[in-house]
């Protein structure tokens, strides 16, 4: 006897709401407050929820948003953002997302608009801001400038850092910065052949004389490029931070 199709829909339906149930439980819910485009296909967005008056943050931590997806959870994926500010007080956080190519994180933070409502999970920390010793280098791309621009909540701010990002458009890019007061910043304008990673080595091999700490961010393989010749040039496991946002083809980095 072949079961009917009301039982096999409830049946189907089933581990979505077990599973929607406990993202409930588990994370906590926040809504769009303010949106707007900042230079170079950028979002600044700002969240606001009762659960981030409860968060603690410091500078540099992810929170990991749960967005329509199609995955082995069903109907969610995470996707992992830094806020570059979190206001306890008024129970908001920010976020400068960059909007690069048909991405679920990239198509969603394109069309939120004021009201949209997300669930995230509480802060992780893969990498802390505060304690890298100054003076330090700062590489990343568009990708990484939410947490480049989250180092100003530190003590020492962007005192003592020098910045490198591998960017599509540096003027973009140094009109983006500096709205947040970051106007330090080195820029390699990126190539589709990557012919750009020699210039871009030669740099962070150059400020890393200057630095008792490197801080890489961004795109997985210029990440893996620098860190070997990194290593090669001296410096210890110690003196490097790796966290890889993003690869080609590639979901489930640390964050975007």
């Known amino acids: 006897m072949q079961p009917s199709s009301n039982t096999t829909d409830n049946a189907a339906q089933q581990p979505g709401r077990v599973v929607s149930w406990l993202l409930e439980q588990a994370t906590c819910e926040a809504e769009v ?51 570059f500010a979190v206001d306890p007080e008024q129970g908001t956080m920010q976020i400068l997302a960059a909007i690069h190519g048909q991405a679920l994180g990239s198509d969603w933070f394109a069309s939120a608009q004021i009201g949209t409502r997300c669930r995230f999970v509480s802060p992780k920390h893969p990498l802390s801001l505060s304690k890298p010793q100054r003076p330090m280098v700062f590489f990343g791309d568009e990708t990484s400038f939410g947490t480049a621009i989250a180092t100003r909540q530190t003590t020492q701010g962007y005192n003592g850092a020098e910045f490198i990002f591998e960017v599509g458009s540096e003027g973009d890019a140094r009109a983006a910065l500096s709205r947040f007061g970051l106007t330090n910043a080195h820029f390699i304008s990126r190539n589709a052949d990557d012919s750009h990673l020699d210039a871009l080595e030669r740099s962070v091999l150059e400020a890393s004389h200057r630095a008792v700490h490197v801080i890489l961010t961004g795109k997985a393989t210029s990440i893996q490029r620098l860190n070997k010749a990194l290593r090669s040039a001296g410096l210890s496991r110690r003196q490097l931070t790796n966290v890889p946002y993003w690869s080609p083809g590639k979901k489930g980095l640390k964050g975007v």
Request: charged content about 20%; hydrophobic content about 40%.
């Open 33 to 83: 407050q303010y949106i707007e485009a900042v230079e170079g296909n950028l979002r600044l967005v700002t969240f606001s929820s009762d659960d981030i008056r409860d968060m603690v943050w410091s500078p540099g931590d992810m929170v990991q948003l749960i967005l329509l997806g199609s995955t082995l959870l069903g109907e969610w994926e995470l996707r992992s953002y830094t806020p």
